[in-house]
Nanobody
C-alpha cells in the first residue's frame, strides 16, 4: 500500500486542522493506520491509530483534542486536530501496518509510510 499525507499548513494556536492520508494500491481497511509526528529536534512519536475493525487509540497527550477517522469509500484516513498548540508543531506522518498487535504504538511495526505533512502552529 502507498500512502500520501496532506493537509498541513501554518495555523494559529486554537485553530483546527484536518490531515488526510490517502491510500493507493490496497484498501486502507486491510491495515491498522496510525499517525505519528516528529517535532524539530525530537524523535518521532505516536499520535493515534485506527484499527482495521474500526477501533481507535490515542496517546494520552492528545486525547480530547484529536480524532482519527476512516473513509472506506475514499480509501483515506483522517486526523482532526482541534485547539492546536505551538507544541503540536511537527511533521505528521501516516503509516500502515499488517500486524495483529493492538495498539501498535511504535514505529517499527509499520512497513508503509507517507511522506509527511508539516503543521506549524504560531502562538
Amino acid at each position: 500500500v502507498q500512502l500520501q499525507a496532506s493537509g498541513g499548513g501554518l495555523v494559529r494556536a486554537g485553530d483546527s486542522l484536518k490531515l488526510s492520508c490517502a491510500a493507493s494500491g490496497r484498501a486502507v481497511s486491510n491495515y491498522h493506520i496510525a499517525w505519528f509526528r516528529q517535532a524539530p529536534g525530537k524523535e518521532r512519536e505516536f499520535v493515534a491509530a485506527f484499527r482495521r475493525s474500526g477501533a481507535t487509540y490515542y496517546v494520552d497527550s492528545v486525547k480530547g483534542r484529536v480524532d482519527i477517522s476512516r473513509s472506506n469509500a475514499k480509501n483515506t484516513v483522517y486526523l482532526q486536530i482541534n485547539s492546536l498548540k505551538p507544541e503540536d508543531t511537527a511533521v505528521y506522518y501516516c503509516a500502515a501496518t499488517s500486524t495483529v498487535r493492538w495498539p501498535p504504538v511504535t514505529s517499527d511495526y509499520y512497513h508503509s509510510w507517507g511522506q509527511g505533512t508539516l503543521v506549524t502552529v504560531s502562538s
